[in-house]
């Protein structure tokens, strides 16, 4: 079966630092892809970012990047330059599987 | 071009009751999957179908159920309401033969109380 973990429900982050969001997961797949999707306050979920396991370049999307360490089953997200309108919450997720989330707050 | 559309947008059933919900996914997506999001349970997978097949399930009760037509959209129904299915219902349609190689699109949502 396929899980994924995010252990730290919330965080908190001062605008222009830098956050990372930490998620485990579990599959006997060697090949897959892990995702991280950003749900503002009341809009729609949206991707961030994602990686393909085969690729072991981490992914890269102008603020966001991953930390994704195969063998130890780990896909973190750092956001570097934090903005206000960053402020969401976070979900890993491997296929169509989704942790529970991380809420991140940003603070002026 | 257009998202995905999901409604009603809000709806409060009784227990006992049945609900159904609607989705429209973007124009030439042809899997949609759906996803029910409580609080600190984050999104729980509830099934996914391509090309009006099921082909994937979570693990929820039988009174979850869904369909999806010839022209992709998707109904997912759930029977016997209990206090415990208020949730976030979400849908999301990919364009990839496979939800696990693409983005998923996600809908608005369908928030449903259950009194």
């Known amino acids: 079966a396929q899980t994924v973990t995010q252990s730290q429900p919330e965080m908190s982050v001062q605008e222009a630092e830098t956050v990372t969001l930490s998620c485990t997961y579990d599959t006997s797949e060697s090949d897959y892809y892990l995702f991280w999707y950003k749900q503002p306050p009341s809009r729609q979920m949206i991707l961030v970012i994602r990686q393909e396991a085969y ?12 930390n994704f360490q195969k063998a130890a089953k780990s896909f973190s997200l750092k956001i570097s330059d934090s903005q206000l309108g960053d402020a969401a919450m976070y979900f890993c997720a ?4 989704f942790g529970a989330g991380t809420r991140l707050t940003v603070k002026p | 071009k257009a998202g995905v559309t999901q409604t009603p947008r809000y709806l409060i059933k009784t227990r006992g009751q049945q609900v159904t919900l609607s ?4 124009s030439g997506h042809r899997s949609v999957s759906w996803y029910q999001q409580t609080p600190g349970q984050g999104l729980q997978f509830l099934f996914e179908y391509f090309s009006e097949t099921q082909r994937n399930k979570g693990n929820f009760p039988g009174r979850f159920s869904g369909r999806q037509f010839s022209n992709s959209r998707s109904e997912m129904n759930v029977s016997t ?5 208020s949730a976030l219902y ?17 809908g608005e949502g369908s928030r449903l109380t259950v009194l």
């Open chain 2, 90 to 106: 979400l849908c999301a349609s990919s364009s990839g033969t496979a939800v696990s190689t693409g983005e998923l699109f996600f």
């Open chain 1, 94 to 97: 491997l296929d169509m599987r």
């Open chain 2, 81 to 85: 309401l209990e206090l415990g299915d």
């Open chain 1, 55 to 66: 690729k072991q370049q981490n992914a890269t999307e102008n603020r966001f990047s991953v």
């Open chain 2, 23 to 26: 989705c429209s996914p973007i």
